[in-house]
Nanobody, 119 residues
Framework: QVQLVESGGGLVQAGGSLRLSCAAT????????MGWFRQAPGKEREFVAA????????LYADSVKGRFSISRDNPKNTVYLRMNSLKPEDAAVYYC????????????WGQGTQVTVSS
């Protein structure tokens, strides 16, 4: 069973950048598909990005495509989310999650890291 801990959140001005990290312990990191999700106050949690086992396959929500980039470093058991050109509507708690095929759901979640974007 994998445990996930996010870091890197904070306050940034609109147009700025942040890089979130998610460190995994336990389990075999390279066997998990990793994803980032976010939840803003009063809104449902939404998908942001996902990356396959060795990083060759990535998927993004339309709202972040071209601005965010997901990557992973399997030897370091870490997944990253580089966020550029941040907008106030990107403000949310960002969660890292892990999915282990053949399961279709993300069974493992971190505690979240807050991203605040000032206009």
């Amino acid at each position: 069973q994998v445990q996930l801990v996010e870091s890197g959140g904070g306050l940034v001005q609109a147009g700025g950048s942040l890089r979130l990290s998610c460190a995994a312990t336990g389990g075999t990191f390279s066997s998990y598909i990793m994803g980032w999700f976010r939840q803003a106050p009063g809104k449902e949690r939404e998908f942001v990005a996902a990356i396959g086992w060795i990083g060759g396959t990535t998927l993004y929500a339309d709202s972040v495509k071209g601005r965010f980039s997901i990557s992973r470093d399997n030897p370091k058991n870490t997944v990253y989310l580089r966020m550029n050109s941040l907008k106030p509507e990107d403000a949310a708690v960002y969660y890292c999650a892990a999915r282990q095929p053949p399961r279709s759901d993300y069974a493992y979640w971190g505690q979240g890291t807050q991203v605040t974007v000032s206009s």
